[in-house]
């Protein structure tokens, strides 16, 4: 199988943030008990634990939303028509194994957020997913033939929202 996209980034940004996340949680905890398990009253301590947990169950809520439906990586094999999808989970992937023909519903997306950042996506779904798959494109990344042949509008329409147009194979001239 050949690798067509692969997002080093989503797997190691997101597993530290749980961890981060994990180590917040727990210190509200520990702040919680020694507002409320030790005796004496401290209400520091006890508005510092609910700050740190709940904050850390809102962070960890938006770290799974924001992730889960990303794809660490895409692997086709054009030959026998076989592909495998990995979606980020915290320290494991999920890795959903298909025909390249039942990846269905190609597009590109554009998130924007705050202050104008656009995040460029292709989305894709697929049977053994419930819901669409997005796949990171970096703007000035390169794009595999293979990709292009699965996905042909999805390319041309991210080339065009980027402004960088492949130049025609046919019009270059040798050297």
């Given at each position: 199988?050949?690798?067509?996209?692969?997002?080093?980034?989503?797997?190691?940004?997101?597993?530290?943030?749980?961890?981060?996340?994990v180590?917040?949680?727990?210190?509200?905890?520990?702040?919680?008990?020694?507002?409320?398990?030790?005796?004496?009253?401290?209400?520091?301590?006890?508005?510092?634990?609910?700050?740190?947990?709940?904050?850390?169950?809102?962070?960890?809520?938006?770290?799974?939303?924001?992730?889960?439906?990303?794809s660490?990586?895409?692997?086709?094999?054009?030959?026998?028509?076989?592909?495998?999808?990995?979606?980020?989970?915290?320290?494991?992937?999920?890795?959903?194994?298909?025909?390249?023909?039942?990846?269905?519903?190609?597009?590109?997306?554009?998130?924007?957020?705050?202050?104008?950042?656009?995040?460029?996506?292709?989305?894709?779904?697929?049977?053994d997913?419930?819901?669409?798959?997005?796949?990171?494109?970096?703007?000035?990344?390169?794009?595999?033939?293979?990709?292009?042949?699965?996905?042909?509008?999805a390319?041309?329409?991210?080339?065009?929202?980027?402004?960088r147009?492949?130049?025609p194979?046919?019009?270059?001239?040798?050297?």
């Amino acid at each position: 199988m050949t690798r067509l996209f692969e997002n080093r980034r989503l797997p190691k940004t997101s597993n530290i943030s749980a961890v981060v996340l994990v180590v917040v949680i727990l210190f509200g905890f520990w702040d919680l008990w020694n507002a409320f398990g030790t005796g004496s009253q401290d209400t520091t301590s006890a508005m510092f634990g609910v700050l740190f947990v709940g904050g850390g169950i809102i962070g960890a809520y938006t770290i799974w939303n924001d992730g889960r439906d990303q794809s660490q990586w895409l692997d086709v094999d054009l030959d026998t028509g076989k592909s495998a999808l990995a979606v980020w989970r915290p320290f494991k992937p999920l890795v959903l194994e298909q025909d390249v023909d039942q990846m269905t519903g190609w597009r590109h997306w554009i998130k924007v957020a705050k202050r104008n950042v656009r995040t460029h996506y292709i989305v894709v779904t697929v049977p053994d997913y419930p819901r669409p798959i997005y796949l990171e494109m970096l703007v000035g990344g390169e794009i595999p033939d293979a990709l292009r042949q699965i996905a042909p509008e999805a390319v041309e329409d991210f080339e065009t929202n980027t402004r960088r147009q492949r130049e025609p194979q046919e019009d270059k001239k040798p050297a």
